[in-house]
Every structure is written in structure tokens, then in C-alpha cells.
């Protein structure tokens, strides 16, 4: 009885033995698995995440933030120019990297939308005042609103004051500001916008007196 109750102790005791060391085989592999995937794909310099990042080999929190900070990168190779990567880190580093070159084009274009639109807006800006500034009704009274005899400094003007003047708006005043200083109430005529038509109706109520 003793001898049976051993052999199936004994059997019980080598069942769970290979059960467990197919159990350990089965986790080496889905880790070996795992890990090859990971180092099969690259990681693109320019999309990835500061915790995509911290996952390479030899990047840690500092040096992430450091290649974040430096985009767009053009190359690998410039991963060599960034504090911290050694020659013995860009070795081991280079390998698992990549830089797609779609990011910089599209970084270059989204870049340059701002300044289109902001000229535009500009264009768009001085049209309109033009337009409302130059009516005959409205110049006529601007005219009648200024003082008899008062001269505006256009050297010294404010924004608000430049407006009074026949003609001139916001958009006006503030290319009269950015033109200044002038040597003559006739240098006025180089600002945008302002030419002899303009001129006419504000000359004899400008000055540059100093």
C-alpha cells in the first residue's frame, strides 16, 4: 500500500516538474517573440514619443527631451551633434532609427501657411481701408473735423492722431509709423498706400517739425 501511494507521489511530482518546464519555454519564447518585433521596427526620430524614446538603447528622460528639442532631423547621422550621444551610444542607437522624410516637408509647408495668410490678411486689411477711407463723403468729413490750421507731426504722431487725417486708417498710420523719420512732409508719399491723391488731401495738415 505504502509502495503505490509513493510511485504516485513520484508521478504527480514529475507531472507538475514538465508541466512547469513547459510552461517556462512557452514564456521564453513569446518573449524572445516580443523582443525581436521591437527591434525589428524603427523608431522615426521625428514622430515618436518621449516614451518611445526612453525605450531605445542608451536614451534615458534627458536624452529624449534633447532629440525632441532638435527636430526635425534630416538624417541619423545628426543624432551625433546632440549633448549626451557618444560615439558608443550613436552605435548602438543608430541601428533601431529611422527619419522620415515626409515630416520635414510637412513641418516646412505648415511653417510657411501662417506668413501666406498673414500677407494676405494685409492685402485684404488695406483694400478694404482704401476703399473706405478714399469715398468722398468720408474724406470730406475728416476734412471738416480737423481744426482750421492744425498740423499733424506725422514724425511724431500718435496711431489715433495719424487717423485723423483725411484718408488715413489704421492700416495707413501704422505703415506711416514703421516709415519714420521723415525729412519732408513730401517723404510721405514712399509710405504704402499714400501716394499723390492722398497726399493732396493731407499736406497742408502734416508738418515734420522737429
Do not use: W
Not at 102 to 121: D, L, Q, V
Not at 122 to 130: P, V
Amino acid at each position: 500500500m505504502r509502495s503505490a501511494l509513493v510511485r504516485i507521489a513520484l508521478g504527480l511530482m514529475l507531472s507538475l516538474a514538465l508541466t512547469a518546464q513547459v510552461q517556462a519555454q512557452a514564456t521564453k519564447s513569446t518573449t524572445t517573440t516580443t523582443t525581436t518585433k521591437k527591434a525589428a521596427a524603427k523608431v522615426d526620430l521625428n514622430t515618436a514619443t518621449v516614451s518611445e524614446l526612453e525605450e531605445l538603447p542608451g536614451i534615458g528622460p534627458a536624452r529624449a527631451a534633447e532629440i525632441v528639442k532638435a527636430r526635425p532631423f534630416k538624417t541619423v547621422n545628426e543624432l551625433k551633434a546632440l549633448k549626451g550621444i557618444s560615439a558608443a551610444t550613436y552605435a548602438e542607437l543608430a541601428p533601431h532609427v529611422t527619419v522620415g522624410e515626409t515630416i520635414t516637408k510637412t513641418t516646412t509647408t505648415k511653417e510657411a501657411m501662417p506668413k501666406t495668410a498673414t500677407k494676405t490678411a494685409t492685402k485684404k486689411a488695406a483694400a478694404a481701408e482704401a476703399a473706405h477711407e478714399e469715398d468722398p463723403q468720408h474724406l470730406t468729413k475728416k476734412k471738416d473735423a480737423l481744426a482750421a490750421g492744425r498740423k499733424i507731426n506725422i514724425n511724431t504722431a500718435t496711431a489715433e492722431e495719424l487717423q485723423e487725417l483725411p484718408g488715413i486708417g489704421p492700416v495707413r498710420s501704422a505703415a506711416i509709423i514703421k516709415e519714420r523719420p521723415f525729412e519732408s512732409v513730401e517723404d510721405i508719399m514712399k509710405v504704402e498706400g499714400i501716394k499723390q491723391g492722398i497726399f493732396g488731401h493731407i499736406k497742408d495738415h502734416i508738418s515734420v517739425a522737429k
